[in-house]
């Protein structure tokens, strides 16, 4: 019926520029254009003192394979790899548990989820910091315990970096997880249990091959930021734990190789749309569960 | 024995195997709220520096509302104002952008519809440094207006989203009911649709708000050499050390975010109950026309 309404009136089309015109124009003018700029500067020299020059060449993905950059590229991977996982194990038991809850307490464990991240995210990762100080709680309970002698250090580790990506990201992988869990019919399970399958074959066999979509969801929603991120390496690593992030960044920054650091963006693009690429393979990518 | 023990034990165990997920839910809902609960702590340390813990104190609160710290407030007003002007643009264009995405079919919709994706999918690093190049090569001074630009960027598809999730058929049989009735389009949209999405309209203001104030990357990387927003400021002073005042602050908003959060749910219910109420109304108006057709017949 949309449809009809929107193209019967081809006469007028003033409320029709009115409405989808600010956002088509803003999202070509600030998405669109910087998006196929950055990747063309990828392929320019970079300036004598800092910025671009306009002659074309592969510089800057020359220098992205140098050891030291594909170091920290395959590591950058490796530890969203680790987070999206984790996410995954500890988010998809507690998305399961909370969709087999009747709607009103499920609704109101979900606004509880959402409440501590509403709260500024800086200073909840500064919290991490510490809880994890050498003088802090964990290491005054593991000393006082007599599990260990000397206090351990956490603080500016890959490890405590870590636990701040993951208790970071976990929501964005629940609410996706939730959401598809919740939608499965009681019927399609209830006939799982009618034909003997018992409450494990059930979630193997009908339960999560039914939520791939939110599952996918959740990968691309944990481990595309993940990767992306400087600020949790900055604010739990202390500048010592380098990651993409940060390499572009300083590109931008102090060291002024601009196309290096759009060669290390689109990387990051060409991943993210291999990522979509995958999921759209599963599921339609428009009907992605994002909020 | 009897069936009684039999149902007892049964009971028992369901219980039992109630215990470990207990336990794991507990646990992943105490990793989201120790640090929250550890900022809020903190504000009360009696330390220069938050490092770690040196006994309690209340003096940083009258220290805060003593306006002593100028960067601190001048971050958070710099911050307010950002996050207002990037709530209300995107606000503005999201819901004229969801209804219009959702009910015309025109040219080049669905490479829209595409590029609202990709500021919610791809790594805000990226969207941060594109618009950053396209600003320096124009010559755009960076400050207030380029960070506004970049957080409408990521709040816009998101407040498209929202609404385009409130907008059902019911929408679309009350408008053509107010044009059925002699009201113009203008007249439909401002009386008639956009009440009817009032709640995502809410919402969408709610999340544009709270993901503009929180943000880091965009607002860092396209302040260039002005005032920075509260986020760039703790970014930067955390190389130094976290000073207790700024726990404080952030205590305070987490207050104010709860307070307005509790508004927000009491204005949504009146909202629901209001249109529950319209709709018995109609109701009880169909059924009264119907008796009186009846009766006539």
């Known amino acids: 019926m949309s449809v009809v309404t929107g193209r019967a009136k081809k006469g007028n089309r003033l409320p029709m520029l009115a409405q989808a015109g600010p956002v088509s124009l803003w999202m070509i003018v600030f998405v669109t254009l910087p998006m196929l700029f950055i990747i063309f500067i990828s392929f320019m020299s970079r300036g004598t003192f800092g910025g671009v020059e306009y002659t074309p060449s592969m510089e800057s993905y020359e220098t992205m394979m140098e050891i030291t950059y594909f170091h920290v590229i395959t590591k950058s991977i490796g530890v969203a790899a680790e987070t999206t996982i984790a996410c995954l194990l500890v988010g998809y038991p507690f998305a399961y548990y909370i969709a087999r809850k009747p709607a009103d307490v499920a609704s109101r464990l979900i606004t509880l989820l959402m409440i501590p991240f509403w709260t500024n995210s800086l200073m909840r990762l500064n919290a991490w910091m510490l809880i994890f100080q050498t003088n802090g709680p964990v290491n005054n309970f593991l000393v006082n315990v007599n599990l260990i002698e000397k206090p351990i250090t956490f603080i500016f580790t890959d490890g405590l970096v870590l636990l701040g990506l993951i208790t970071n990201y976990l929501p964005f992988a629940v609410l996706p997880m939730y959401s598809s869990i919740e939608k499965l019919e009681k019927p399609v399970l209830e006939a799982s249990a009618d034909l003997g399958a018992n409450p494990r074959q059930t979630l193997l066999k009908v339960t999560l091959p039914l939520t791939i979509p939110g599952i996918f969801s959740a990968i691309i929603l944990t481990f595309i930021p993940a990767l992306g991120t400087y600020v949790i390496t900055d604010m739990l690593g202390g500048g010592k734990v380098l990651y993409i992030g940060n390499i572009i960044k300083n590109q931008f920054g102090t060291i002024r190789n601009w196309p290096l650091g759009a060669a290390l963006s689109v990387l990051l693009l060409a991943i993210t749309a291999l990522m979509l690429f995958l999921y759209s393979r599963f599921a339609k990518v428009e009907d992605m569960e994002v909020v | ?297």
């Open chain 2, 1 to 297: 024995m009897s069936r009684e023990g039999k149902v007892n034990r049964r009971l028992q165990r369901q219980r039992l195997r109630k215990i470990p997920w207990t336990v794991f839910m507990t646990l992943v809902y105490a990793s989201f709220y120790i640090p929250v609960m550890v900022m809020i702590l903190f504000s009360f340390n009696d330390a220069k520096r938050n490092y770690s813990w040196m006994g309690f104190t209340t003096h940083w609160y009258p220290k805060l509302f003593s306006f002593g710290n100028h960067d601190l407030w001048e971050a958070l007003v710099y911050s307010l104002i950002i996050a207002v002007l990037a709530t209300v643009i995107s606000v503005v264009i999201g819901v004229l952008g969801g209804i219009g995405l959702k009910k015309y079919e025109f040219h080049g919709k669905k490479f829209i519809n595409m590029m609202l994706f990709i500021p919610i999918v791809v790594p805000e690093i990226v969207m941060a440094v594109s618009m950053l190049i396209i600003f320096m090569v124009i010559g755009v001074k960076l400050g207030l207006a380029t960070i506004v630009i970049g957080h409408c960027t990521f709040c816009i598809p998101y407040a498209v989203i929202v609404i385009k999730g409130r907008i059902t058929g019911d929408n679309e049989t009350l408008q053509e009911a107010s044009m059925d009735l002699g009201a113009t389009k203008l007249q439909t949209f401002i009386k008639v649709t956009i009440p009817s999405i009032m709640p995502g309209i809410m919402s969408a203001a709610f999340l544009s708000f709270t993901l503009s104030i929180d943000d880091v990357i965009i607002s860092n990387m396209l302040a260039g050499a002005s005032q920075s927003t509260l986020p760039v400021l703790i970014l930067s002073v955390n190389r130094t050390g976290i000073t207790p005042d700024i726990n404080a602050l952030t205590t305070v908003m987490v207050i104010v975010m709860l307070f307005g959060m509790a508004i927000m749910n009491v204005l949504q219910r009146i909202h629901k109950k209001r249109e529950a109420a319209s709709l018995a109304e109609s109701d009880e108006r169909i059924r009264a026309a119907r008796l009186a057709a009846e009766e006539y017949n």
